[in-house]
């Protein structure tokens, strides 16, 4: 979801401050920066003192805690919320004084009338002094209610069909809505028909049957196939070869789509500062990881500012850590305010996928078994389901199990899913295993997670 409150957003900076993540903390005020700011000077010094941030990471991964280090972090954390109360200042008086002037026709919303309602007339200084924070707060509270259209792209009867001497495929009826500020995530095991959809909402692949319409990229007027590509990057599962230096091709594609000049060499920094690139801003193909080309291909996107970014299994080159890194900048760029956009992602790194995403996907023999919202997935079960690996035997962990009704035991793997009455709590689950001294390899809750429907 889209986040216009700039005094949640702060907030969260400054509790990454106060818990000492302070490059999560200025990856994040870059963001806000751009979000908040209509200063170019403060937009820069985001980037300057996450860039500070990133090097002291650096120092401190290499040679520990020192006492210059420490000096460095009290000076970081200084300089962060300081620019963040900055930020917000300028915000909150550059909206209040939108409306004291009567100006509320640039603030883009439908509804002027409760605006004028709310705050009939002039608001004296002396007011605007007292209630500043408070009247920028309602103020975004009214504009966050009336969004613009943030369908980008509705799909329905997606199908398609291939048919060969060698292969026969089907990937079957869908519908598809994405929208503005949300993720939504397909999975499913290999040869699902994940890359399948992922191409067609791409207009990469003609979907065999089914109506397409991509509404919030054609309010300019255009709906020419043209226009609306443009608003479209597609990352695929196998990146192609690019030549030259990592940086020039950054500069290129921003440029291509308009963004020239001094626009472009912030734009471009800012990315890199952002996807923490710097150190292979001279880099070439041959002279970075898979997992560094991954993130690059992000840069490459981000720079030209798309409305709907689509990525195929992106995880599969990252690290465990890395993995984590890329799917939260993912979620922190997908609630941008000034630069919104959607995200359509494939992996089969679900649990991942599940934490970052509003929708999901699940693709079953070519068919959506589910579409819909992570928090709405089967919230009706009258059973919570487990997956957990032991020393145990499959009948061994029946036998264990008799006294709480265990509706189903099942192998999934190297592990067992089980399933047992929804009254029966995680903690009584977790006692019979601890009462036994059965130790636990692996254990999570996936009630709730569509990971059941691979086993279903």
Known sequence: MIDADPQTKASRIRQLVASG?????????????????????????????????????????????????????????????????????????????????????????????????????????EYKRKYRDELAREIWELIKEMPPTSIVFEGTGISKNYKSKAISYRLHSLDLRLKLGEITAVVGEN???????????????????????????????????????????????????????????????????????????????????????????????????????????????????????????????????????????LRNLTNSSANPMSILISSQHLYELESIADNIVFLKDGQAIYSGSVKDFDKNRNINSYEVACNLSREELINLLQTINCSRIEEAGLNFIIDIPKEVTTSQLLNIFAEHNISLKYFRDISQSTRKLFES
């Open 21 to 125: 993540n302070l490059d999560e903390a200025t990856k994040q005020l870059i963001d806000f920066a751009v979000d908040f700011s209509s200063k170019r000077e403060l937009k820069r010094e985001s980037v300057t003192i996450s860039g500070e941030a990133a090097l002291l990471g650096e120092q401190i991964r290499l040679f520990g805690l020192t006492e210059f280090t420490y000096s460095k972090i009290a000076r970081l954390r200084l300089q962060i919320l300081t620019l963040l109360d900055v930020i917000v200042d300028e915000f909150n008086e550059a909206n209040i004084d939108l409306i004291r002037e009567e100006n509320i026709s640039s603030l883009q919303t439908h509804s002027h009338s409760q605006i004028n309602e709310k705050y009939p007339g002039k608001i004296d200084e």
């Open 191 to 329: 040869g699902q028909g994940k890359t399948t959809l992922l191409r067609i909402v791409a207009g990469d692949l003609a979907s065999s049957t089914g109506e397409l319409k991509y509404p919030y990229l054609t309010l300019n007027g255009k709906t020419d196939w043209y226009s609306i590509k443009q608003q479209i990057a597609y990352i695929p599962q196998e990146l192609p070869y690019w030549n030259g230096l990592l940086l020039d091709n950054l500069h290129f594609l921003a440029s291509i789509h308009g963004i020239t000049g001094q626009d472009n060499e912030d734009t471009v920094n800012r990315i890199v500062t952002r996807l923490r690139l710097n150190e292979y801003r001279k880099a070439t193909w041959y002279q970075i990881s898979g997992g560094y080309k991954t993130r690059f291909a992000l840069a490459k996107a981000l720079v030209w500012k798309p409305k709907l970014i689509i990525v195929d299994e992106p995880l599969g080159s990252l690290d465990i850590n890395t993995q984590g890194v890329f799917l939260r900048d």
